[in-house]
Nanobody, 126 residues
Framework: VQLQASGGGWVQAGGSLRLVCKISGGNADYYAVAWFRQAPGKEREGVSCIAPSSVNKYYGDSVKGRFTISRDNAKSTVYLQMDSLQPEDTAVYYC????????????????????WGQGTLVTVSS
């Protein structure tokens, strides 16, 4: 399966962006999907994840209450709605996937994912 992340860009603090992760080459219904981000000079950080069934979703502490993950399996697409963006959200955002079958299971742990997209840059200015 291949992942294509898009939707990044430049925004002022307090603004919003929606990232899109398009899944191809496999049945999206069977993949858990996560978003990770890496800021310059920092380690990659888990942002959010969603189970294949959409039942379970998790968020990193730094984005809880501001970001919302969702998916449309009919469109093989996962979204990350980012609101109230702050300069510390500036990073390259990556979507990643792992095959589990159609399940409620998902974890926000980098080593769990074996399919990665190319990343999209989000820049938030103060």
């Amino acid at each position: 399966v291949q992942l294509q992340a898009s939707g990044g860009g430049w925004v002022q603090a307090g603004g919003s962006l929606r990232l899109v992760c398009k899944i191809s080459g496999g049945n999206a219904d069977y993949y858990a999907v996560a978003w990770f981000r890496q800021a310059p000079g920092k380690e990659r950080e888990g942002v959010s994840c969603i189970a294949p069934s959409s039942v379970n979703k998790y968020y990193g502490d730094s984005v809880k209450g501001r970001f919302t993950i969702s998916r449309d399996n009919a469109k093989s697409t996962v979204y990350l709605q980012m609101d109230s963006l702050q300069p510390e959200d500036t990073a390259v955002y990556y979507c990643a996937a792992r095959f589990y079958g159609y399940t409620d299971y998902v974890v926000l742990r980098e080593d769990e994912y074996d399919r990665w997209g190319q990343g999209t840059l989000v820049t938030v200015s103060s």
